[in-house]
């Protein structure tokens, strides 16, 4: 079972940036797909963006222009780059992975249920 820690969330004034980490314990991480969620007060998780192990990326609506998601093989960690933040973007940030084999083309999935270990989460709060 891998274990999956988030770092980096914190307070932050709206327009303004953060950069989340996501390490894995993996040995095989980079066969891994890897996804962010997020899950605001009161409403269900929803995805934010996903990466898999051929570096093909897929964003949510709200997340295209503004967020990246990044990983690093060698140090076994995703990233998610967050700019231009807005107060909507406040929510707990979760880390995802999954180590369905999935062929070169495959595109990340967008359903948790796709996902089978899941970080602690990281807050993530935006002023305006």
């Known amino acids: 079972q891998v274990q999956l820690v988030e770092s980096g969330g914190g307070l932050v004034q709206a327009g303004g940036s953060l950069r989340l980490s996501c390490a894995a314990s993996a040995r095989t991480f980079s066969t891994y797909t890897m996804g962010w969620f997020r899950q605001a007060p009161g409403k269900e998780r929803e995805f934010v963006a996903g990466?898999?192990?051929?570096?093909?990326?897929v964003y949510a609506d709200s997340a295209k222009g503004r967020l990246t998601i990044s990983r690093d093989n060698a140090k076994n960690t995703v990233y998610l780059q967050m700019n231009s933040l807005k107060p909507e973007d406040t929510a707990v940030y979760y880390c995802?992975?999954?180590?369905?084999?999935?062929?070169?083309?495959?595109?990340?999935?967008?359903?948790?249920?796709?996902?089978?270990?899941w970080g602690q989460g990281t807050h993530v709060t935006v002023s305006s």
């Open positions: 995802a992975g999954d180590s369905r084999s999935r062929p070169v083309y495959a595109i990340p999935p967008n359903s948790h249920y796709e996902y089978t270990n």
């Open positions: 990466i898999t192990w051929s570096f093909n990326t």
